[in-house]
T-cell receptor, first 116, second 114 residues
């Protein structure tokens, strides 16, 4: 069975600086998708960025980028120029490409604190 | 474009009771998934509905059941509530026709069982 591990329960960063959130996963599959979701106090899960495993190029979305290391099964999220609005829980999630029900498997989350 | 909406926002029930949670999917989406998120944890997959049929189920007992309606909205029903059912219940919609379609979530229903 696939698992997702986020080893940092909490991280803090000064506003305008850069922070990296860690995620590792375990799978025997070769084709899958990885996601980072943000959950602010409003409770809604918001997609931050996604990565297809077959793509070697790391995904980027404005200030958000990932470091995808397939062999190491690592998928870290880098947030540049941190803003107060980035404060939230961040969840890493995995989805098999062969799973017909598109189930997401989630890590336990990392709480990101932005210091003004 | 209308996003995913869930109702009610909060709910308090007594152990042994039954509860129904509701979800309206985002316009253009034909698939609804339900997740349970206990406090301080990541979500756990309950089940998914596509074309009004259950299309996959996580490790949840049969007292967790659901429905999907022709307009793609959905209900989650939980019978014989237990204290451990206290959690945030998240509904997510997506388009099954696109394999890498991301999930779009609602704001969840906070269920407290006393």
């Amino acid at each position: 069975a696939q698992t997702v591990t986020q080893s940092q329960p909490e991280m803090s960063v000064q506003e305008a600086e850069t922070v990296t959130l860690s995620c590792t996963y375990d799978t025997s599959e070769s084709d899958y998708y990885l996601f980072w979701y943000k959950q602010p106090p409003s409770r809604q899960m918001i997609l931050v960025i996604r990565q297809e495993a077959y793509k070697q190029q790391n995904a980027t979305e404005n200030r958000f980028s990932v470091n995808f290391q397939k062999a190491a099964k690592s998928f870290s999220l880098k947030i540049s120029d941190s803003q107060l609005g980035d404060a939230a829980m961040y969840f890493c999630a995995y989805r098999s490409a062969s799973d017909s029900n598109y189930q997401l498997i989630w890590g336990a989350g990392t709480k990101l604190i932005i210091k003004p | 474009e209308t996003g995913v909406t869930q109702s009610p926002t909060h709910l308090i029930k007594t152990r042994g009771q039954q509860v129904t949670l509701r979800c309206s999917s985002q316009s253009g989406h034909n698939t609804v998934s339900w997740y349970q998120q206990a406090l301080g944890q990541g979500p756990q997959f309950i089940f998914q509905y596509y074309r009004e049929e259950e299309n996959g189920r996580g490790n949840f007992p049969p007292r967790f059941s659901g429905l999907q309606f022709p307009n793609y909205s959905s209900e989650l029903n939980v019978n014989a509530l237990e204290l451990d059912d206290s959690a945030l219940y998240l509904c997510a919609s997506s388009t099954r026709d696109r394999h890498n379609s991301p999930l779009h979530f609602g704001n969840g229903t906070r269920l407290t069982v006393t």
